[in-house]
Nanobody, 123 residues
Framework: QLQLVESGGGLVQAGGSLRLSCAAS????????IGWFRQAPGKEREGVSC????????NYAGSVKGRFTISRDNAKNTVYLQMNSLKPEDTAIYYC????????????????WGQGTQVTVSS
């Protein structure tokens, strides 16, 4: 069974940092683009960042560029999202997802999704 599991969420003060992890089970991430998405209460899901299967290409939403960094360790079958300088508006449930398509931020191409991890940033 193909499964993605997010971890690393929590409560942090504005200006703080968190590192999210996305671990795969039942399949290897080597051939997949991995994206991070988030959904705040009352808002639509938005693409945050994605990384190509090799890790050589990344993409970021403008709202997180310069603050968030996506990376992957294929040997550990895990993708990370380092989030620095967090703001209250970053509060959301964060999801990782996998696709064999290209590294894009719209959610439609992504076939496999995790259950999400809550990130709450207090002011």
């Amino acid at each position: 069974q193909l499964q993605l599991v997010e971890s690393g969420g929590g409560l942090v003060q504005a200006g703080g940092s968190l590192r999210l992890s996305c671990a795969a089970s039942g399949f290897t991430l080597d051939y997949y683009v991995i994206g991070w998405f988030r959904q705040a209460p009352g808002k639509e899901r938005e693409g945050v960042s994605c990384i190509s299967s090799s890790g050589g290409s990344t993409n970021y939403a403008g709202s997180v560029k310069g603050r968030f960094t996506i990376s992957r360790d294929n040997a550990k079958n895990t993708v990370y999202l380092q989030m620095n300088s967090l703001k209250p508006e970053d509060t959301a449930i964060y999801y990782c997802a996998a696709t064999k398509y290209v590294c894009v931020l719209p959610a439609a191409p992504y076939d496999y999704w995790g259950q999400g991890t809550q990130v709450t940033v207090s002011s």
